[in-house]
């Protein structure tokens, strides 16, 4: 079996060594999203019929049920 021997390139041995996260970061060639706030997880106990409608409604807009019903949610909670 042959092994493959290194290309002396002094590019690809800085790249070897380096910690290009410094590098990204100052470039701005990326943007990290953080959420500002931490999402925290939760369970509840739904009547079947109430998934199903939720399933619907979320197909229709092309996302989750648990999505839609956050947003539900997220729409409705002050008004309680």
Do not use: C, N, W
């Not at 590098?23 to 706030?37: F, L, T």
Request: net charge positive; no cysteine; hydrophobic share 30%.
């Amino acid at each position: 079996m042959k092994t493959r021997q290194k290309k002396d390139d002094a590019q690809l041995r800085e790249f070897e060594k380096r910690d290009l996260g410094k590098d990204i970061e100052q470039s701005r060639s990326s943007v990290m999203i953080r959420p500002k706030h931490r999402s925290l997880p939760t369970s509840i106990l739904l009547d079947p019929s109430i998934i199903v409608k939720l399933k619907e409604k979320a197909d229709g807009r092309g996302i989750g049920y648990q999505t839609m019903l956050k947003i539900i949610l997220h729409e409705h909670v002050d008004e309680y």
